[in-house]
DNA sequence: CTACTGCATTGACCTATGGTAAGAAGTATG
DNA sequence: CATACTTCTTACCATAGGTCAATGCAGTAG
């Protein structure tokens, strides 16, 4: 009865031990293998994921068949296209697994709810949307005004952890780059004693 | 009485009539001439705005002294640094005055006071920050996949407007390009008979 | 009218990054 | 163990976009 996701509810939702219970009735799990696929362009999405263990990604697919990635999710994050959930638009992007991994799984009505069950919930997802968007502001900023090489600096600094768990040529899609231009951009810090 | 933020707020926040005056007390109003500063770099933002009339960006500046666009305000969008707003941090980015401006200015805790008097107003302030979230990330999409040229008629189709009232080199800026480069991009789509 | 200022354009040249292809190393699969 | 696949790297060339400098063209202050 102690999943990682009541855990997190618990110590950085900080939902009250009384209402735990009630949220957790509404909640399902799902367990997927590596390369599942979670939500497909076109789709509307129904649901919005918390990582217990794992990793995900979300991303597009252009004209040319390549594939850009807007966002990774590993443990204790949570994942969705919220322009799709909340909308009920089609979505633009898929998600899909890089690691075999449990999900805890809710839609958009859990939300609702939950909010209105614990207030802790209601102010901590206007957190996450208010984070959320200084984290694509900045994203942004990165991708208008920094060279390749400075945006792979911030992305270590940032995601040490995941950058041993994603493959290069991903985190080249996620920064807008080749997987070439990233290897020689490693090559040259490398050469200075980068790391 | 019946100014654009009211109206506003009755047509499209859908706020209740009775609610209005309640609102209307807790906002104050600035007159700005073009190149005036709301917001400079470093300090944390205490503000939002909303444009009854004239036009706003949202900027940083980097150690080159080089300055790159991050956002747009022209009449009935709100303007804002959220992240410094919020999370009361300072800021990474400055806001000033493109055109002589009537803005509405408001704070944090205006929003809510707002929410807690106007369920309407809590429910759009919502809606605003998830539309603005599907905003940056479709932005992020094109800059990490797209060439300066789509960006560009993204960009036009997006804001026809203000494509007429924004110097061209601050469009490149928001692009993440140079004017030249603008220059060219727009001599190309000419040369294509395109518009 | 003249001078000044800011913006857009253009040309010549340069640099960062992309495209393609190949090979090396590692890893999964039968 | 053998094979196939994926990832990463490297080399070579191509291209989009950046840099710098010059020009022209308003708009506007004197």
Chains 1, 2 share one sequence.
């Not at 799990?29 to 263990?53: I, P, S, W, Y």
């Not at 089609?90 to 890089?98: A, K, T, W």
């Not at 999900?103 to 939950?114: G, R, S, W």
Request: hydrophobic share 40%.
């Amino acid at each position: 009865m102690d999943s990682p996701f009541l855990k997190y509810l618990s110590q950085t939702v900080h939902v009250k031990q009384e209402h735990l219970p009630l949220l957790d009735e509404l909640i399902s799990r799902r367990q997927l293998k590596k390369n599942d696929v979670l939500l497909t362009a076109g789709q509307v999405c129904k649901h919005m994921f918390f990582v217990e263990e794992g990793l995900l990604r979300l991303f597009s697919t252009d004209e040319n068949g390549k594939e850009h990635i807007v966002q990774f999710a590993s443990e204790n994050w949570f994942m969705s296209e919220r322009g799709s959930l909340y909308f009920g638009t089609p979505s633009e992007f898929s998600i899909d697994v890089l690691e075999d991994s449990q999900l805890v799984v809710f839609d958009q009505e859990f939300i609702e709810k939950a909010s209105s069950i614990s207030a802790e919930f209601r102010t901590y997802n206007e957190y996450l949307l208010q984070n959320h968007i200084r984290h694509l502001q900045k994203r942004i900023n990165l991708l208008i005004g920094a060279s390749a090489e400075q945006r792979y600096i911030e992305f270590i600094n940032l995601y040490a952890d995941l950058t041993l768990r994603i493959p290069q040529w991903m985190i080249a899609s996620y920064l807008g780059i080749t997987p070439e231009s990233l290897s020689r951009v490693r090559k040259g810090l490398s050469r200075q004693n980068f790391k």
